[in-house]
């Protein structure tokens, strides 16, 4: 079992900035890839961000330039660095970790950008 704890959700202005910070514990081996998403009102959940196992990235196009996937192995943790918010980033972040062929989710963050 995997679990996850993420942090750093709030409230901030268009333009500002944010960090996100997704906690690991458990069985946190033969992790695949580890991953951001976010789910807005009434849409789907839609990928953000990803960093597989050798260190590749892969941003969604609306958020390329402007977030930045990172994490701190020593740390068990990893991180979503948003800059230049918009009001269309307003969502619920869930980190999402690829372990042995599953999905873990944690319980997601709210950020909420106002215009």
């Known amino acids: 079992q995997v679990q996850l704890v993420e942090s750093g959700g709030g409230l901030v202005q268009a333009g500002g900035s944010l960090r996100l910070s997704c906690a690991a514990s458990g069985s946190i081996f033969s992790i695949t890839a580890m991953g951001w998403y976010r789910q807005a009102p009434g849409k789907q959940r839609d990928v953000v961000a990803v960093v597989t196992r050798s260190g590749n990235t892969m941003y969604a196009d609306s958020v390329k330039g402007r977030f930045t996937i990172s994490r701190d192995n020593a740390k068990n943790t990893l991180y979503l660095q948003m800059h230049s918010l918009k009001p269309e980033d307003t969502a619920v972040y869930y980190c999402?970790?690829?372990?042995?062929?599953?999905?873990?989710w944690g319980q997601g963050t709210q950020v909420t950008v106002s215009s």
């Open positions: 999402n970790y690829y372990v042995r062929a599953r999905d873990y």
